[in-house]
């Protein structure tokens, strides 16, 4: 279990940190992540990976010459934001671009799209690639659904030295390609970790039990068996890796045994020398493998095989030289290094947005403002409260993350709205500053999503006087469709949708009746709860793999439990100080 | 736990299998452990490392250029034998010496020390450090007594660092004690770590607790308090170490602050956070830190911080570049390497010795010799039975590897023994044949006392004719007499003497009392039996910490008890056999 901590919520940015104090050498924060300590040199691709944290020395780890030229840093096994990727995208470039590359998990996949759309938005030329070495987390013909785990390492480090001997954008792009297609990864767990101030692991695996497949943050696997010897380990990984050879692969593979925080460096060894055999018997050549902790999960026993059938540029991008604070091969050299950067270019990485700009609102907009701030400073009081229930009921079919992103983000943008209140902001512009500020902090899915439901809420309420009846629940229904057309779910698909549209039909049906939106709202607070515990009937269907689907039939969806609780909190808001609803 | 193994008793040579396939690069098996891949160049003084394995990457993990030549490689949590120290310093040896460290532990210091004077007699210069920077392990009066723990890597990585820069021996002696002298460790546990194949934690720290100054394989440490945040166990840690400041040292400092395998990465650098900023108010000036896992102990939770005061020469070979399997700084010139090892120099990790030489014994003798071997198999059976009772016994004051000590030892002196019968020994050769292999593959304090008490026992049997009571009963007088001058221990110190001594006297009496030794030894045995459960009383006097010594009473001494098992179940194999005894 993680033990060694202060304020649990600010796990990440202590770690963070610690690391940047400890590798000043090689590294420097910028918000959102880190860089390398030296410029990345004019015209040369940069290469920026990520994903949450928890996984050192992925992903901030490998951040040097020869490998990554900057890391997106989330908080613990949560996507990072769109802000924070596009940030140390924008910091890391060197006029020659930047690929984008992360595992590929739905969070991951949508704010470093995003980021990549924001970059290109602003004249950065920018690339993503979601890595998909997991064979255990969906079926050959779909395999781009799959998860990346180990195998994030290859693809990073061949798409890095690509970029290091001068291939223009496209081309780095097409050589992590290569290298994703040829890069196959499956492994076991023995036991959970544990989150920072979490009273229970995240997930168990039986004593004397292990379970196959198992993905690093807990995701179900293909089975459960007893634990094997080393050997019968080593022979259950190498030939479920090789079962998976590329089609046209040839011999020489890169090796990576992997592992994943408690499964220590001897037992390692010792799977090794089996796996190093029965790769040799299959008729491989092993080319500089790799043993020990390159992707791991906080505390979690297990490790994992992950092969990279080498063509002659992968094996020449694998072994290239590379100087990092935990990954180290050859001597890179010092020429092609850009400049040390100036102090003033980076900035400490709490992830705080700039001092928003003056708005301007009328008197009753303002007032409006202030009403909703209040309402989301009791949202994220009543996330605070149910942090743990949150993150109990998300495990079952998620990673468990979901009341601490729902925490970090509400109280984000509790803040903001309070800061837009102060400076004269109306419901738009308190909607907005919070908007941005829960996206940017709370990392994940869900933080891209209430980051653009606010937003779009409040672009609707508009800063001009009091939003009338009508207003409000067209807001609602904008916020709605705001959340349809970024995350691709539908009703019925197991989402925060399913709790979300009831509450907008209710509120819209009474208001069409002639009720106060305000009066209403309890009402259909109500219904959106009722709704959120009738998605335990579900069976998701958006980005799900198949038994992640069936195991969380009988469990509602976090997400939906969530946004109902924050409707009824701000029902209480509204109920407390009905005689003036915003 | 551990949990990835074939046969228990084979983990450290599968290990080793794997960690020399995985590493080609860098290093070659030698019997006894590793050497670098290249031979030391002529005129550099060798560093070798050692001790139990568990500790990964200390110490194979650390063999290559600009760090040590050589590592001797014992099992888990057990020193190597003298065979193998002599064996790896021999192999590492480039014409200028060699310096042995190792941790500050009873069996690595005897059996080094043995070691050093084995290589002396042979014509190749060698010294021994034993490093001590573990404060919590005694008093600053008696800071001979502390044992090593993660300043092993700063002591290690100094003295290194001089041979590489072409000091004679004398001068890396010089340098490695100025680099103990100024080095001071504090450690923390949360949990235990698991032996391989072993039912139980080596020992446990209760949920929620922290045991402040534990050693790395269990050891008691200072006291158990709550689990603090990492800001007040940052505190406590700067705090113990800076106030064992040695005297007269400046502000530059060296600073490690390790993992011991299951606290994580994220988690050290949340610590190191608050160290670093804990040392800077403190006035000191942090150079080229380390945070990570440089001397772990399996999964053990916990963590240690080691402060090394730097002079200049101290400075300058902490920054000295090194290239090894986990550990690089800089670029170590390819210069001053030696060649490639050829590889017919270079064996197979087993820590087999070479065929045994004929021997010639008349053939009462040689009945003798063979009746001598069933006993040594008897008691290699008898150890294989109580292993874990001798574990847990020992791991209430030690580290629990006595029953696979044990069980090593004996095994390898019952097919020793069965050989030298083939080659046609008496009692003599059979027992100094037994005696060899027990030191060399038990490891450990005990496993040479054993190897002592076998061949002093033999030699005064000698190999003509078979041996009368009176010769019976001086040879294990003689046996009796070997431990206590290679031991250093006397009657009452709570040790093997404890057992050995009265089960002599009782024979000796019995003899002198014209019964034959083979009738009276049943009796012996039960005294022998009696005295080993009455060492539950005693308080441990030699080369123990006080926490240790109190820890111990109520506990019978583990080498007394397996003491007594061996002779016990020899009593045995005379009984059945009373008709022929040798």
């Known amino acids: ?61 490998v951040v040097g010459p020869g490998f990554a030229d900057g890391a997106v840093v989330g908080n613990i096994f949560t996507s990072p934001s769109t802000t924070d990727a596009a940030s140390v995208g924008r910091a890391a470039n060197g006029g020659a671009g930047v690929l984008l590359t ?73 050589v992590a390609r290569l290298a994703n297609d040829a890069t196959r990864s499956l492994g076991v767990a023995f036991d959970g970790c544990t989150l920072p101030g979490a009273p229970e692991p995240l997930f168990t695996v039986p004593p004397g039990r292990m379970g196959l497949g198992l993905g690093i943050h807990g995701e179900p696997g293909i089975s459960e068996r007893p634990l094997p010897s080393a050997a019968e380990l080593a022979e259950l990984l190498v030939e479920g890796v090789l079962a998976e050879k590329p089609a046209g692969a040839g011999e020489r593979v890169a090796v990576i045994l992997n592992g994943l925080g408690r499964t220590k460096y001897e037992e390692l060894f010792v799977v090794w020398a089996d796996v190093s055999r ?69 900035a400490a990485p709490d992830g705080r947005a700039a001092e928003g700009e003056a708005v301007e609102a009328d008197p009753e907009a303002r007032r409006s403002g202030a009403r909703i701030a209040t309402a989301l400073t009791a949202i994220a009081g009543r996330m605070a409260e149910a942090e743990t229930e949150l993150g109990r009921i998300d495990a079952v079919a998620g990673d468990g993350d979901h009341g601490r992103g729902m925490v970090k983000g509400s109280a984000a943008a509790s803040a903001a709205a309070q800061d837009a209140v102060q400076r004269g902001a109306g419901p738009a512009g308190v909607l907005r500053a919070a908007g941005e500020q829960w996206a940017a902090r709370a990392g994940g899915t869900s933080g891209v999503l209430w980051g653009a439901l606010l937003t779009a809420v409040g672009g609707r309420l ?33 989402t925060m949708l399913d709790a979300l549209l009831p509450f907008v039909e209710a509120l819209e ?65 509204f109920t407390e100080q009905k005689e003036d609803p915003p």
């Open 509 to 573: 049906e009474s208001v069409s009746n002639g009720r106060p939106w305000s009066a209403a709202w309890a009402d259909a607070a109500q219904v959106a709860s009722r709704a959120a515990d009738a998605t335990a009937e579900l069976r998701p269907r958006v980005g799900r793999a198949r038994p992640l689907a069936e195991r969380s039939v009988g469990t509602p969806d976090a997400g939906a439990v969530s946004l109902a609780m924050c409707v009824g909190s701000v029902a209480n808001v």
């Open 102 to 174: 992360t595992g590929n998990y739905a969070g991951d996949v949508l704010n470093f799209e995003l980021a990549v759309a924001q970059l290109e938005a602003e004249g950065i030329p920018a690339r993503y690639l979601a890595v998909t070495d997991d064979i255990a987390s969906a079926p050959r013909d779909e395999i781009d659904r799959r998860r990346g785990i180990a195998g994030d390492f290859t693809v990073f480090k061949v798409a890095s030295a690509a970029a290091e001997e001068g291939y223009d954008l496209d081309q780095v792009l097409r």
């Open 278 to 346: 029965l790769l040799r018997a299959a008729g491989c050549t092993v080319v500089r493998p790799e043993v020990g902790e390159l992707v791991t999960s906080l505390d979690m026993a297990g490790c994992s095989l992950t092969v990279m059938w080498l063509d002659d540029e992968l094996e020449r991008c694998w072994l290239a030289p590379a100087d990092t604070p935990t990954f180290r091969r050859g001597t890179p050299g010092a020429a092609g290094q850009g400049q040390r950067r100036d102090p003033a270019e980076t």
């Open 1 to 61: 279990m993680t033990r060694l901590f202060n304020d649990p919520a600010f796990f990440t940015e202590d770690m963070l940190t610690g690391f940047l104090d400890a590798n000043a050498d090689y590294v420097v924060g910028v918000p959102g992540g880190v860089v390398r300590a030296a410029t990345t040199r004019p015209g040369k691709v940069a290469v920026v990976v990520g994903g949450g944290s928890g996984h050192y020395p992925a992903f901030c780890g």
């Open 462 to 494: 508009g800063d001009h006087g009091r939003p009338d009846d009508r207003t409000v629940v067209e807001s609602l229904r904008a916020g709605y469709q705001a959340l349809v057309r970024l995350g691709g779910a539908s009703p019925g698909d197991k």
